[in-house]
């Protein structure tokens, strides 16, 4: 078929669509649709991935944070300490 047929017979059926009650029930669908995900307080996909972004970053300053702590409580921990000090019961007993 030729393109210029099927843009006539588009614009045909566009034309036949817009003057149903089809066009008032898709208008109609859109809007309740909408009303119900502003209800449903849902987020845009760029918001997400923003969010996610924020996440992993705390995710990793989080890790980072940690090992430092970690470090340090090895370096002030006294020589041959065990892992009374934390109030853990001794293993192999």
Same mark, same amino acid.
């Given at each position: 078929?030729?393109? !210029?047929?099927?843009?006539?017979? =588009?614009?045909?059926?566009?034309?036949?669509?817009? $003057?149903?009650?089809?066009?008032?029930?898709?208008? =109609?669908?859109?809007?309740?649709?909408?009303?119900?995900?502003?209800? *449903?307080?849902?987020? %845009?996909?760029?918001?997400? +991935?923003?969010?996610?972004?924020?996440?992993?970053? %705390?995710?990793?300053?989080?890790?980072?944070?940690?090992?430092?702590?970690?470090?340090?409580?090895?370096? *002030?921990?006294? !020589? $041959? +300490?065990?892992? +009374?000090?934390? $109030?853990?019961?001794? %293993? $192999?007993?």
């Amino acid at each position: 078929m030729d393109q !210029k047929i099927l843009s006539d017979i =588009n614009e045909r059926i566009r034309e036949i669509f817009a $003057g149903s009650p089809a066009a008032d029930l898709e208008k =109609n669908m859109k809007a309740m649709l909408a009303s119900l995900f502003a209800r *449903l307080d849902l987020v %845009t996909r760029e918001e997400f +991935d923003v969010q996610r972004q924020v996440l992993l970053r %705390t995710r990793e300053q989080l890790n980072r944070l940690e090992a430092q702590l970690s470090a340090m409580e090895a370096r *002030l921990a006294p !020589k $041959g +300490d065990s892992d +009374d000090d934390r $109030g853990e019961a001794p %293993t $192999g007993v």
